[in-house]
């Protein structure tokens, strides 16, 4: 399911946000059993987006993120909003709404109480300023 691979890859940025030099093969025990090949493709390739497209993913949860330093986001909410503005600014083929429903689910399940409705604000401001770019 893309959602295990959405969580493998969660885990995965979590983890290099504290350590830049994981092991070659990290990624790979991250992902459960039971995810197809198919799966394992979407989940490199997101990994692959978030990381080439880190300092602009940065810069608009930034520029979203009112109030708020970079620095003061709680580590695990960066790596839901980097997840989730990816999907909606690199990846057309996935509606934003899931993109954004998945993004604030693992925000749900790993951070704080009130990171759900700071993770769906921000990524709802990313999709409507990508909707006013693409009329």
């Known amino acids: ?3 295990t691979a959405r969580e493998a890859v969660f885990k995965y940025l979590y983890a290099k946000a ?3 030099d994981l092991p070659a093969d990290f990624f ?3 992902l459960k059993d039971g995810v197809t090949d198919d799966d394992r493709l979407f989940a490199e390739k997101l990994i692959k987006t978030v990381e080439d497209n880190e300092e602009e993913i940065e810069s608009i949860i930034a520029s979203r993120a009112k109030d708020y330093s970079i620095d003061r986001i709680f580590p695990a909410d960066k790596c839901a909003l980097a997840i989730g503005v990816a999907e909606i600014r690199y990846c057309p083929e996935i509606p934003a709404a899931v993109a954004i429903d998945q993004a604030v689910s693992l925000a749900a ?6 990171s759900m409705s700071f993770v769906n604000g921000i990524l709802a401001a ?3 300023t990508k909707k006013e770019q693409d009329v």
Do not use: I, P
Request: net charge positive; hydrophobic share 30%.
């Open 109 to 114: 399940k790993y951070s704080a109480e009130k």
């Open 28 to 30: 790979k025990g991250l």
């Open 1 to 3: 399911m893309r959602s």
């Open 18 to 20: 504290f350590n830049k």
């Open 126 to 128: 990313v999709n409507e």
